[in-house]
């Protein structure tokens, strides 16, 4: 412990106190101040640890009802998801496979649209001729198919040959789709459809977040939660503007309390509140899986 002396009209007054820990003592004091005013105003206290995260609470529960963002679902390749237009179909050649596999071709188309038999010898040139005459209904042209009978040395040969319109992206799973399920119902004629699902990959962080800067649900989610933090801004300066009005802060400074502790402290105090709001925050969004704020699963 150090000693010091001072007189003051003519009384000694000695300070057993050490710098340090008078500073400390004067923090301590200060931070208590702040708590016991917290404490004692609760209410107030209260709403400006939660507002904040009310706001948030609000804002995410609007958008996860107005506004959500869906992941690409998966996608059944039939002829369901193409525009209304007749399928065409030609048996070309020989002997009774082809026809029969045009039969169960044309049953299989029936479930989802018309089945035509173009009753020609090239479907190739049948379709480019559609096309010289009119685009419009060339583009209708989404698949076709051409059952084809050949003989060799080695005998019969039958085989299934699928066209499809790359105008459409599924065009070419689907029209193998067709075939595979005429060949199916040919050998098991009582065999249930095959109906081949497109399952899209997720969207990866980027996307998901540059889709959620668009649908502005990010933005109103930042603004319902900027918003809560101005409204309780002014209760963090209730405190010290009442102190100066009523000059505590005038006798806290004469009484030895600096001004940087003065401040240092209130800072401090602040700082824990907001803290506490900003993790309340936190709480919603990942409570709310906000995808304009966060990717799931969360990695650490």
């Given at each position: 412990?150090?000693?010091?002396?001072?007189?003051?009209?003519?009384?000694?007054?000695?300070?057993?106190?050490?710098?340090?820990?008078?500073?400390?003592?004067?923090?301590?004091?200060?931070?208590?101040?702040?708590?016991?005013?917290?404490?004692?105003?609760?209410?107030?206290?209260?709403?400006?640890?939660?507002?904040?995260?009310?706001?948030?609470?609000?804002?995410?529960?609007?958008?996860?009802?107005?506004?959500?963002?869906?992941?690409?679902v998966p996608l059944a390749l039939t002829l369901d998801n193409l525009p209304d237009g007749p399928v065409?179909?030609?048996?070309?050649?020989?002997?009774?496979?082809?026809?029969?596999?045009?039969?169960?071709?044309?049953?299989?188309?029936?479930?989802?649209?018309?089945?035509?038999?173009?009753?020609?010898?090239?479907?190739?040139?049948?379709?480019?001729?559609?096309?010289?005459?009119?685009?419009?209904?060339?583009?209708?042209?989404?698949?076709?198919?051409?059952?084809?009978?050949?003989?060799?040395?080695?005998?019969?040969?039958?085989?299934?040959?699928?066209?499809?319109?790359?105008?459409?992206?599924?065009?070419?799973?689907?029209?193998?789709?067709?075939?595979?399920?005429?060949?199916?119902?040919?050998?098991?004629?009582?065999?249930?459809?095959?109906?081949?699902?497109?399952?899209?990959?997720?969207?990866?962080?980027?996307?998901?977040?540059?889709?959620?800067?668009?649908?502005?649900?990010?933005?109103?989610?930042?603004?319902?939660?900027?918003?809560?933090?101005?409204?309780?801004?002014?209760?963090?300066?209730?405190?010290?503007?009442?102190?100066?009005?009523?000059?505590?802060?005038?006798?806290?400074?004469?009484?030895?309390?600096?001004?940087?502790?003065?401040?240092?402290?209130?800072?401090?105090?602040?700082?824990?509140?907001?803290?506490?709001?900003?993790?309340?925050?936190?709480?919603?969004?990942?409570?709310?899986?906000?995808?304009?704020?966060?990717?799931?699963?969360?990695?650490?």
């Open positions: 412990m150090c000693e010091s002396a001072r007189a003051v009209f003519g009384v000694v007054f000695r300070r057993k106190t050490g710098v340090a820990s008078l500073a400390i003592q004067r923090v301590y004091a200060m931070i208590l101040k702040h708590v016991l005013h917290g404490w004692r105003n609760f209410t107030i206290t209260v709403v400006q640890l939660l507002l904040p995260g009310a706001f948030a609470f609000f804002s995410c529960l609007a958008t996860l009802y107005s506004s959500k963002i869906a992941e690409p065409y179909y030609i048996s070309v050649g020989s002997g009774t496979v082809a026809p029969s596999l045009a039969k169960v071709y044309a049953d299989v188309v029936r479930e989802h649209t018309t089945p035509v038999d173009a009753k020609v010898s090239n479907m190739d040139d049948y379709l480019l001729d559609i096309a010289k005459h009119s685009m419009k209904e060339f583009e209708r042209q989404y698949v076709a198919a051409t059952m084809n009978t050949s003989s060799d040395n080695y005998g019969e040969l039958t085989y299934i040959s699928g066209h499809f319109n790359n105008f459409f992206l599924h065009a070419i799973a689907i029209s193998l789709s067709l075939v595979d399920n005429t060949l199916l119902h040919y050998v098991e004629p009582a065999s249930p459809t095959i109906v081949t699902v497109n399952h899209p990959l997720p969207w990866s962080f980027a996307t998901r977040s540059q889709k959620a800067k668009d649908s502005m649900v990010g933005t109103l989610l930042a603004l319902y939660v900027v918003l809560g933090l101005v409204l309780v801004a002014g209760i963090y300066v209730l405190f010290p503007v009442g102190q100066y009005t009523k000059k505590s802060k005038h006798l806290q400074l004469v009484s030895g309390v600096g001004v940087i502790i003065y401040w240092m402290t209130a800072f401090v105090w602040n700082l824990v509140k907001f803290f506490i709001s900003s993790v309340l925050i936190i709480v919603v969004v990942l409570a709310f899986k906000a995808n304009a704020f966060s990717t799931w699963p969360v990695t650490w």
